[in-house]
């Protein structure tokens, strides 16, 4: 079963920040959080992750709470593009297991 | 560069058929994996190969076969196909032990009738 909870769908205007919230309550100190995303029927595509500190690349950027019990993926600038379907993961260091909840819907409206 | 790819990319059997779905990636990965995604669903883990030579079950093995033929290939065969096992097939790829990127294929789109 997937260890992370997020929202079922969101929509964010275009333009503007979409920020995809993601609960990991059990996540251990060495489990990393990963966020992939699926384009319509897609293979899912790799966003970003991280352990303790913020993360950002040329995609997105990943804020992660102190507690480690939750993150926020952040699109700066929303595009019509990004309207997919994004997963949150855990991944046990070494695990090479990844298992994917049902993710967040997000809809990017023009 | 190709990445990873996959054949057919639909295929319709009748139950009780058999097929053998074929993976395959030109990036030198070691590990390679097997999901399948039903219909408004997460994708969920069928066998897993973290080297050549060795394979491993995930969450949903059951009805299915793999081989880890190579470095490069990585193929599931389903013996007799049910109609539970209509699904969407995607193979994957990572470089080496850390899944910190995994690299996917475009999907095998399978219904068993």
């Known amino acids: 079963d997937a260890k992370t909870t997020q929202p079922t769908s969101m929509d964010c205007a275009e333009g503007r920040a979409a920020n995809l919230p993601c609960n990991h309550s059990?996540?251990?100190?060495?489990?990393?959080v990963y966020w992939y995303r699926q384009i319509h029927s897609q293979g899912p595509q790799y966003i970003i992750h991280g352990l303790k500190n913020n993360e950002t690349n040329e995609m997105a950027s990943l804020i992660i709470t102190e507690d480690r019990k939750s993150s926020t993926l952040i699109l700066p600038h929303a595009t019509l593009r990004d309207t997919a379907v994004y997963y949150c993961i855990e991944d046990n260091f070494g695990n090479e297991k990844l298992t994917f909840g049902t993710g967040t819907r997000l809809t990017i409206i023009p | 560069n190709a990445g990873v790819t996959q054949t057919p990319k639909f295929q319709v059997l009748k139950t009780g058929q058999s097929m053998t779905l074929q993976c395959a990636q030109d990036m030198n990965h070691n590990s390679m994996y097997w999901y399948r995604q039903d219909p408004g669903m997460g994708l969920r883990l069928i066998y897993y190969s973290a080297s050549e030579g060795t394979t491993d079950k995930g969450e949903v093995p059951n009805g299915y076969n793999v081989s880890r033929l190579n470095k490069r290939e990585f193929s599931l065969r389903l013996e007799s196909a049910a109609p539970s096992q209509t699904s969407v097939y995607f193979c994957a790829s990572i470089p080496g032990g850390r899944t910190d990127t995994q690299y996917f294929g475009p999907g095998t789109r399978l219904t068993v009738l």
């Open positions: 059990t996540i251990s100190g060495n489990e990393y």
